[in-house]
């Protein structure tokens, strides 16, 4: 049974960073596709970045490039997402993802979630 289990998040003023932790169990993730999305209050979920676990092509929303890097570490099973320059516009529950869809920014590719971790910036 995959699991996946996001930490890092908290509460932050505009110009910090956090980084973001996903640490993958349950299977191997050869050939899938891992994700970070986010929820804000009353919107709905957006892709944030994502990265290839085999080949380690990187993907990003417009909104977070040159302020956000995905990474995945092999041996501890586990995606990053570091997030400088934060901005009162990041805030929303984070979510960890994985899935084998070629079609990267949307949600329904992606078969397995994680329960989120919470980010506030405040301005």
């Known amino acids: 049974q995959v699991q996946l289990v996001e930490s890092g998040g908290g509460l932050v003023q505009a110009g910090d960073s956090l980084r973001l932790s996903c640490v993958a169990s349950?299977?191997?993730?050869?050939?899938?596709?891992m994700g970070w999305f986010r929820q804000a209050p009353g919107k709905e979920r957006e892709f944030v970045a994502a990265?290839?676990?085999?080949?380690?092509?990187?993907f990003y929303a417009d909104s977070v490039k040159g302020r956000f890097t995905i990474s995945r570490d092999y041996a501890k099973n586990t995606v990053y997402l570091q997030m400088n320059s934060l901005k009162a516009e990041d805030t929303g529950l984070y979510y960890c993802?994985?899935?084998?869809?070629?079609?990267?920014?949307?949600?329904?590719?992606?078969?397995?979630w994680g329960l989120g971790t919470q980010v506030t910036v405040s301005s």
């Open positions: 993802a994985a899935g084998r869809d070629s079609n990267v920014p949307n949600p329904r590719g992606y078969a397995h």
């Open positions: 349950g299977r191997t993730f050869h050939g899938y596709v």
């Open positions: 990265i290839f676990w085999t080949g380690g092509n990187t």
